[in-house]
């Protein structure tokens, strides 16, 4: 099993940062990915940003060239740096983790103010 604790959001204005951070402990595979999504009120969950153990991303559309992703497999933790943030990012922000099946974490809701 693998238990997902997210931590970092809150309120923020419109054009401000806020970084997320997710512990993950159980049985990590070091090949696993790890990863960010999000889901806003009446709307499907979405992709934010994945990385794998080598270092490679993947970013929603949205969030290219604002959002940065980094991991540290030692301590089987993910960063995700928000910055520029827009009303639209507002949704709870849920930590996954990818090996044989998806883990989620709770979710951390994430509001930006216009």
């Known amino acids: 099993q693998v238990q997902l604790v997210e931590s970092g959001g809150g309120l923020v204005q419109a054009g401000g940062s806020l970084r997320l951070s997710c512990a993950a402990s159980?049985?990590?595979?070091?090949?696993?990915?790890m990863g960010w999504y999000r889901q806003a009120p009446g709307k499907q969950r979405e992709l934010v940003a994945i990385?794998?153990?080598?270092?490679?991303?993947n970013y929603g559309d949205s969030v290219k060239g604002r959002f940065t992703i980094s991991r540290d497999n030692a301590k089987n933790t993910v960063l995700l740096q928000m910055n520029s943030l827009k009303p639209e990012d507002t949704a709870i922000y849920y930590c996954?983790?990818?090996?044989?099946?998806?883990?989620w974490g709770q979710g951390t809701q994430v509001t930006v103010s216009s």
């Open positions: 159980g049985s990590i595979s070091s090949i696993g990915i």
């Open positions: 990385i794998s153990s080598g270092g490679s991303t």
């Open positions: 996954n983790y990818l090996y044989m099946r998806h883990y």
